[in-house]
């Protein structure tokens, strides 16, 4: 049963289905889970709940259909976007969108990416996200964080989140260290100038990508690194393995774009990984290349699950 209730003034909820706290849609059902409203009701939880986990937007964390036992803080709440001249200080809830749009509005350039993509700043941050050449670090001064494992708040500079493709200091230390705010330097422009940029973002991703109309996590796998150092599109090679809209169950290969994996109907995490690893397997086979997941996981997983995980992730 769920049930409303507060603790030391945090809204929090038990047996709390998170269907519609990922974009993938999968229902998991969480033990325990707070809505924070500030970074000091973060620092209280984890000092009672050391094994707590962030959960963003839920755009690239595969939840267990199993459910999760750990306790689950979600910073949809925190969401203060502050800008200060050619600086914009952002609390980790905030939405990139809504970031990248105030930034136009204050013809600010840096986050025209960020119209694409439906993260909260902490976890763009966690995830070196990025697109159209952009990447959330490229403006990055510094980034408020709380210290899991040394009880305190601490401020990082760029080059102490160690930033490079899609991950970072926080990523690499799983659990350790939670994104509570981060300031960024941009660049004064004309606002025409910034619009046409996200507009034209807009519509690329609209001919490669999904809506969130067919839920999913954005690109599954990361586009391997050749040899000579060139790049390869992960989604060209599931594509050349004939997998276009290769389903297990309600899991399925789009059949537009061979790195999106789409829950069609109430899909279990289980569908979707068997999806994932016949993607790795094939493209393994035929190309002798191993590609490296991207997203990231939370919660009870299956053997099963853990055995496709071990192979296909490997950060
Ligand atoms: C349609 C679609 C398009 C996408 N396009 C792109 C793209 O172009 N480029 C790209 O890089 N990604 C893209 N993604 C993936 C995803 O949006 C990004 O990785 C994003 O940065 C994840 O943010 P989130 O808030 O959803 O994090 P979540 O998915 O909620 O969490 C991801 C990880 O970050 C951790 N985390 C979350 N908040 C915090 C915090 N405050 N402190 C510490 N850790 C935290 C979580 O614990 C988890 O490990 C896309 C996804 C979708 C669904």
């Keep these: 049963m769920t049930c409303t209730c507060t603790k030391n003034n945090t809204e929090f909820f038990r047996d709390f289905e998170l269907r519609n706290f990922n974009t993938l849609k999968i229902s998991s059902k969480a033990d325990l889970v707070f809505f924070v409203k500030n970074e000091a009701e973060i620092c209280t939880i984890f000092q009672t709940y050391k094994n707590a986990i962030m959960l963003g937007a839920g755009s690239n964390v595969l939840l267990s259909s199993n459910g999760i036992r750990q306790p689950v803080i979600i910073t949809k709440n925190m969401c203060e976007i502050s800008f200060r001249r050619d600086c914009v200080e952002i609390e980790a809830g905030a939405k990139t969108q809504k970031v990248s749009l105030e930034a136009c509005n204050n013809s600010l350039s840096g986050f025209e990416f960020l119209i694409g993509i439906p993260s909260t700043l902490g976890g763009a941050v966690a995830m070196n996200a990025g697109a ?96 000579d150092g060139s790049t390869i599109s992960a989604g060209m090679l599931v594509d050349k393995c004939g997998l276009k809209d290769f389903h297990v169950g309600n899991a399925g290969v789009w059949a537009r774009h061979g790195n999106f994996v789409i829950n069609f109907l109430n899909c279990t995490s289980y569908e979707y990984l068997q999806v994932l690893y016949k993607m790795y397997t094939s493209v393994k086979e035929k190309f002798n290349i191993e590609l490296q997941c991207e997203i990231v996981r939370a919660g009870e997983f299956s053997e099963a699950e853990d055995e496709i995980w071990r192979v296909i992730k490997k950060d």
Excluded: C, W
């Excluded at 999913?216 to 040899?227: A, E, I, M, Q, W």
């Design 132 to 227: 159209h050449g952009q990447t959330i670090s490229d403006k990055l001064v510094n980034a408020r964080i709380y210290d899991t494992k040394e009880n305190k708040i601490i401020t990082l500079s760029k080059e102490e989140l160690n930033f490079s493709y899609r991950n970072s200091l926080i990523k690499k230390n799983e659990g350790r260290y939670v994104v509570l705010s981060a300031k960024f330097a941009l660049e004064k422009d004309d606002k025409q100038k910034i619009k046409a940029q996200m507009d034209k973002n807009t519509e690329f991703r609209k001919k490669v990508q999904p809506s969130l109309a067919l839920p999913n996590l954005g690109s599954v796998f990361k586009n391997p690194t050749l040899p």
